[in-house]
């Protein structure tokens, strides 16, 4: 529950993109790991992410991962939902994560399309409907081509959005027409989610239900106040919170994600800076500007 007193829709409002914090010699710190979830909890979110790509999924072990998810559901306790983050470039191994991943306790699975492949449109509508067919909770698509190196299309989306499991997309295209297509005609139930911390406020006025984000790892109060603005339609107060995130939001990505933004929860105290190979800590200049935009 938000810190306003009031419960919006399933998977309304801001999510959390969750780093995973690690000690110096890059082990996991589960300890960081819990503060980090009491943080944006107190911040007000309505739900966070476990295990996607900000969580550096890509270097995290399969113990760690299914560690990870267990002390999350044990700490959070239900305090909000959790939506987990499976994917792969191989169909067949994500079905069979789908399979053998406890999800009992988790909202709905995060997957972002196919890494390096470059499937074509028809490729991913049946790589999604397999994994929409193998999952036990809803499916949020994940459309991030800056990292995947391909796209899906407005229609590709809206073709998805009719499987009866797939409930929405979190979109990190930037491309904005290819957004305002997806929300002019997708099922009144289909959520359109920003995916672009910047694009929060425009993609709401346009009628998507809110944002997952790697900002709100560090800011997590700013991210929920001013996307339920946006949500009841008090614009100004939105463009107002947003706008102050303006100077510090390419410095997040200066030197790849999440390298910024640990770099921000490290100046806040929430935990480290560590990055796993062949991500690299932020440099002592970046972290100096940060310290100064915070």
């Known amino acids: 529950m938000n810190n306003s007193g009031t419960r919006?829709?399933?998977?309304?409002?801001?999510?959390?993109?969750?780093?995973?914090?690690l000690t110096p010699d890059f082990a996991v710190d589960y300890a960081g790991w819990r503060r980090l979830l009491d943080f944006c909890i107190e911040g007000g979110v309505e739900y966070l992410v476990?295990?996607?790509?900000?969580?550096?999924?890509p270097t995290t072990t399969a113990v760690e991962k299914a560690e990870l998810l267990r002390v999350a559901k044990e700490h959070v306790a239900g305090r909000v939902p959790l939506v987990y983050g499976i994917g792969?470039?191989?169909?067949?191994?994500?079905?069979?994560?789908?399979r053998t991943t406890d999800l009992s306790g988790i909202a709905a699975v995060l997957s972002a399309s196919p890494a390096y492949n470059k499937p074509s449109q028809a490729g991913l509508v049946a790589?999604?409907?397999?994994?929409?067919?193998?999952?036990?909770?809803?499916?949020?698509?994940y459309?991030?081509?800056?990292?995947?190196?391909?796209?899906?299309s407005a229609e590709t989306t809206l073709r998805l959005a009719a499987h009866p499991n797939i409930i929405g997309i979190?979109?990190?295209?930037?491309?904005?027409?290819?957004?305002?297509?997806?929300?002019?005609?997708?099922?009144?139930?289909?959520?359109?989610?920003s995916g672009d911390d910047m694009l929060t406020t425009a993609l709401i006025a346009c009628g998507a239900a809110g944002t997952i984000s790697v900002m709100a790892n560090a800011f997590?109060?700013?991210?929920?106040?001013f996307t339920r603005a946006a949500l009841a339609g008090d614009f100004e107060a939105s463009r107002k919170g947003l706008f102050q995130l303006l100077a510090i939001n390419p410095l997040m990505y200066e030197e790849s994600n999440p390298v910024?933004?640990?770099?921000?929860?490290?100046?806040?105290?929430?935990?480290?800076?560590?990055?796993?190979?062949?991500?690299l800590e932020a440099t002592e200049g970046l972290k100096d500007r940060i310290r100064r935009a915070l």
Do not use: W
């Open 8 to 21: 919006l829709p399933a998977f309304h409002g801001t999510g959390v993109a969750l780093v995973t914090p």
């Open 50 to 57: 476990v295990n996607g790509t900000t969580g550096e999924s």
């Open 88 to 98: 792969s470039n191989d169909t067949a191994s994500a079905e069979e994560l789908f």
């Open 127 to 141: 790589h999604y409907h397999r994994l929409a067919d193998a999952s036990p909770v809803p499916l949020l698509l």
């Open 143 to 152: 459309n991030v081509p800056g990292r995947t190196a391909s796209n899906i």
């Open 170 to 193: 979190k979109e990190a295209s930037g491309n904005m027409e290819q957004c305002l297509a997806i929300a002019a005609r997708k099922p009144a139930d289909f959520l359109l989610l």
């Open 220 to 225: 997590p109060k700013r991210f929920a106040d």
């Open 260 to 279: 910024g933004v640990k770099a921000a929860l490290e100046a806040l105290g929430v935990c480290g800076a560590a990055v796993r190979l062949p991500l």
